[in-house]
Each structure stands twice: as structure tokens, then as C-alpha cells.
């Protein structure tokens, strides 16, 4: 797929990961206007009745800006849990379809009908994957592109070295991919493209900006805490992801010693179980690449920061080459 069109829109090549209650309208405007593709979770717009609001919000928004600067805000994407326990898929994407969102994320599962509806009015679909077998699946069932979940993500991660798995992906498809896993500065997006993918995909460095959902405890955690502070497990979810110890601690845990859990506990219901789960609130996600968040700052000021660093790592490579 031609992907010239997005990448033309980009300041630098790097994609906002949907953020579970912490990405709202704002930031992902922010994102957008900073020139990198800001996205959001269609179930954090709660009731579901909200989300129509937010789209008109986000579309009008971006419109003025469009109108206003000198140049144009990138797109943004909407992500969409598929799993199925999540019975607002289809309320969610009629809306999705309505608005014609640019940019649609599946996760959880590939589901072609979705695809479908994604490219009846020329939007495209990212799928996130955290090994091949899955890539291959997303790709046969419609799939415009990949995200690469690999080690170090935040939230729900794999355990697949990035390297790794873009070469393995790579071997069958040439189409666009975006890397996660432990990218949070220009230098770390400038490698993700060194490895052969099209886009860094970053997550945790936008939870500490100022126009993000998240408490500032939780801000402040990622401004101080590194890698060593975080511990993989299912124990939140049911599918393994990676999540800040003192977090669990505090919600009463060892997080030395965590109960094990499986994927049975997945529940993306709108009833009992995503509006009654306080460990999303409680329990705090983010990535291994945490270490280099120092400041919280506004969203364009880590955008320029990253703009900043990821040209200055082109320069040293330029000079050592």
C-alpha cells in the first residue's frame, strides 16, 4: 500500500498510541497539530453516546487549524478493541464510518468485516500484532498495515526483540509497519525506521504531557521511575503487559510476587466489565523506554523534542557513515 500520502503529512514518522482513558479529544488534537497522527480509544468516549460528540469535536478542530496555519494538522486514527467481549464494536464503528475517521487501529483481533467498512469510504486500518503468525492473519483478512508490539511496549506488550520481529515480517511483506516497544525519543524512532519499519509508535512519553487523562501521580511516576521499575504480567487483564511496580503496590500487591491470571478475565464489556475495573485507573501501563521522560510538557513540546533529537541522530549517523 502507498503510504507517501501519510508520511508527507508527518513532521517526524511517528504514530500516538491509543491511550486506555488517558488519550481524550485534546491531546489527540494536540498531537495532531504538532504534526505526528495523535489516536484515541473508541471505548474511552464513555457512554458510548460520546463518542459521536468527540469525533465532531476532533473533525471541526483540526478543520480550523487546516484553515488557520500554514500547513496541514496530520490525521488522526481512532482505535478499535474487537475482541469479543466488546459489545460496542458495532455502535462504535456505524460512528467510525459516520465521520470518516482517516486512520482506524484494530486490536484483539482481525476481523474482516471491519476491515470492510474502514475502506468503504478510503480510510485505512493498522492492526496491532505481537508475533507473525498474527501479522499473516491481519494481512490476509484486509489489513492496510501493522503495528509491531514488541518487547518493552507499554500495556499489553509481546516479548519478541523489535529487530526480530520487523526482520521476520519483513521476509513476506513490504507494506507499512509501525514499531512499538521502548520508543520514547527521536533517537529511538530513527532506529525503528533503521530496522525496516515505516513509523515509531509511541505511547508512554505522551502519558506525562500536559493535555493527557492521567492523574499527576502518574504523570510524575513517568518522569521518575526506568525500566528497572516495571514488571510484566497478565495479572491486570489477563493478557501479559507491562505496568509500573510501585502502581501495584499501592493497589496492594507484591509486585515481586503477582497471582497469576489468564485470558478468560478479558472483558471489554460496556456493563460490568470495563466501567467497574478500577485497576485501569489504579494500575498504572506504560513502557520500558520510560527512563528518558524527564519533564512533563506540553504535547507540542514533545513533539519538538523529538523532532529535535531525531535530527540530531540523522547528523551523528551522517558523520560516522
Not at 474511552?44 to 487549524?65: G, M, T
Not at 506525562?208 to 501521580?217: D, F, I, R, V
Not at 496492594?252 to 478479558?266: A, R, T, V, W
Not at 485501569?280 to 504535547?299: A, E, R, T, Y
Request: with cysteine; charged share 25%; glycine share 10%.
Amino acid at each position: 500500500m502507498d503510504i507517501s500520502f501519510l508520511k508527507q503529512s508527518l513532521k517526524i514518522p511517528v504514530i500516538g498510541a491509543p491511550l486506555f482513558i488517558i488519550s481524550n479529544p485534546n491531546l489527540v488534537i494536540e498531537q495532531c497539530k504538532a504534526g505526528v497522527v495523535g489516536s484515541f480509544p473508541a471505548l474511552n468516549a464513555r457512554p458510548k453516546e460520546q463518542l459521536d460528540d468527540w469525533l465532531y469535536e476532533i473533525n471541526e478542530k483540526l478543520d480550523e487549524f487546516n484553515k488557520s496555519s500554514s500547513y496541514k494538522a496530520a490525521p488522526y486514527a481512532i482505535n478499535q478493541i474487537v475482541h469479543k467481549t466488546n459489545d460496542r464494536v458495532e455502535h462504535d464503528m456505524e460512528l467510525t464510518v459516520k465521520h470518516r475517521v482517516p486512520i482506524v487501529i484494530t486490536s484483539l483481533g482481525a476481523r474482516k468485516e471491519v476491515y470492510d467498512a474502514v475502506h468503504s469510504y478510503g480510510g485505512i486500518v493498522f492492526h496491532d500484532i505481537i508475533n507473525n503468525f498474527f501479522a499473516k492473519k491481519a494481512i490476509e483478512k484486509g489489513a492496510d498495515g501493522l503495528i509491531a508490539v514488541a518487547a518493552g511496549a507499554g500495556g499489553h506488550a509481546g516479548t519478541i526483540s523489535p529487530f526480530a520481529l520487523v526482520q521476520e515480517i519483513r521476509e513476506w511483506y513490504d507494506g507499512p509497519i509501525a514499531l512499538s516497544g521502548s520508543i520514547s525519543t527521536g533517537k529511538g524512532v530513527l532506529s525503528a525506521l533503521a530496522t525496516g519499519a515505516d513509523f515509531g509508535y509511541i505511547g508512554s512519553a505522551f502519558i506525562a504531557t500536559k493535555e493527557a487523562n492521567a492523574s499527576l501521580g502518574y504523570k510524575e511516576a513517568i518522569t521518575k521511575y526506568n525500566s528497572d521499575d516495571i514488571v510484566y504480567t497478565d495479572l491486570v487483564t489477563g493478557v501479559k503487559g507491562n505496568y509500573l511496580k510501585p502502581s501495584l503496590a499501592s493497589a496492594g500487591f507484591d509486585p515481586d510476587n503477582l497471582p497469576k491470571s489468564d485470558p478468560s478475565k478479558m472483558d471489554f464489556s460496556s456493563g460490568d466489565g470495563m466501567d467497574k475495573k478500577k485497576a485501569w485507573k489504579d494500575i498504572w501501563g506504560c513502557g520500558q523506554g520510560i527512563g528518558s521522560v524527564k519533564d512533563i510538557l506540553s504535547c507540542k513540546g514533545l513533539v519538538d523534542k523529538l523532532i529535535n533529537e531525531y535530527d540530531e541522530a540523522k547528523t551523528r549517523l551522517n558523520k560516522i557513515a
